[in-house]
């Protein structure tokens, strides 16, 4: 069973990943920052996307074991004009969005290029371990007011994961970033709807 590794998947985007992955049919570990209250129904990680220690060490229980894949969808966001966000706000944000990622991210290849290596199947194949999904935001590109520091930390997810793709494609494990739109999720609902 293709064993995916999906960061912030206590709540959100990631909690409904999850869900849906575990019943497609893939072995779902969560990488979560806190213990979930009830059982979610998969096993999780503890850690904190937003120190790179923290990331090592929940990885480092990993080596050994296969990994087919990581999805980053650990996110962070705050309605505020630029003047009146806390720089607290601001570093937990991009140290959230862009650098967990990015630690996620070299953590998790040192076990997908070693999955990818050993799949013995073709290339090209569904089959083949070895897959990174990194979370942008298609606030980006919108510029949607309020949403000034979270759109540029998630706008340096898209350049990071197309210089990831380029360095991992070596190894043959594929890096895409996906920019969804606003959904249902604690993250949006404080979204004034003109907003959005």
């Known amino acids: 069973m293709k064993r995916v590794l999906i960061t912030g998947a206590s709540g959100g985007i990631g909690a409904h990943l999850a869900a849906r992955a575990a019943e497609s049919g893939y072995a ?10 009830s ?7 503890l850690a904190d996307v937003t120190n790179p220690a923290s990331v090592a060490a929940a990885f480092a229980q990993l080596r050994g074991e296969p990994l087919w ?22 570093a937990r944000i991009v140290n959230t969005n862009l650098l967990g990622t990015m630690y996620c991210c070299a953590e ?39 949403e000034r520091v979270y759109a540029a930390s998630k706008a340096g ?15 043959r494990v594929p890096v895409n970033a996906v920019a969804p739109g606003p959904l249902d999720t604690n993250l949006f609902r404080g979204v004034p709807p003109d907003q959005c």
């Open 28 to 37: 779902v570990l969560g990488l979560v920052r806190r213990r979930p209250e």
């Open 39 to 45: 059982d979610p129904g998969y096993p999780f990680l």
């Open 69 to 90: 894949g990581i999805i980053n969808a650990a996110g962070a966001a705050s309605m505020n004009l630029l003047l009146t966000t806390p720089p607290q706000s601001m």
């Open 108 to 146: 998790a290849s040192k076990l997908l290029i070693r999955t990818a290596g050993k799949s013995g199947t073709q290339a090209d194949s569904p089959e083949r371990g070895g897959r990174i999904v990194n979370f942008s935001s298609i606030a980006a590109p919108l510029a949607l007011i309020g």
């Open 157 to 171: 997810v898209e350049p990071f994961s197309r210089f990831l793709a380029r360095d991992l494609a070596h190894f």
